[in-house]
């Protein structure tokens, strides 16, 4: 199983980007696909997590109104929609997976995601 991040960059604020998580390795039906992200000396926190099941759920009210998710299911691709970006948005961005046959979840703090990519790094300019 691999999931790869691609899409981070440098841009000013107020700019948009879209950052991609492409899973391989499974059937992307049966699995949960979130993004997460972790500022420099912060701890991780959940942004948005895209069920199996086609529910979603989003964990924190600072994107809320600037961030959305869209799933590609014939390309396995998870992606994140980031507009309006503030420099408080800078960190690395991951994307977790997690099948529940594999006793995995969607929740805030990740724990039940069980594959993870290895991040983009998205840098907000003032």
């Known amino acids: 199983v691999q999931l790869v991040e691609s899409g981070g960059g440098v841009v000013q604020a107020g700019e948009s980007l879209r950052l991609s998580c492409i899973v391989s390795g499974i059937t992307f039906d049966d699995y949960s696909v979130a993004w997460f992200r972790q500022a420099p000396g912060k701890e991780r926190e959940g942004l948005f997590c895209s069920a199996w099941s086609g529910a979603s759920a989003y964990y924190q009210e600072s994107v809320k109104g600037r961030f959305t998710i869209a799933r590609d299911t014939p390309k396995s691709t998870l992606y994140l929609e980031m507009n309006m970006l503030k420099p408080e948005d800078t960190a690395m961005y991951y994307c977790?997976?997690?099948?529940?046959?594999?006793?995995?979840?969607?929740?805030?703090?990740?724990?039940?995601?069980?594959?993870w990519g290895t991040g983009t790094r998205v840098t907000i300019t003032s």
């Open positions: 977790g997976g997690a099948s529940p046959h594999q006793d995995g979840f969607c929740s805030e703090s990740g724990a039940g995601m069980k594959y």
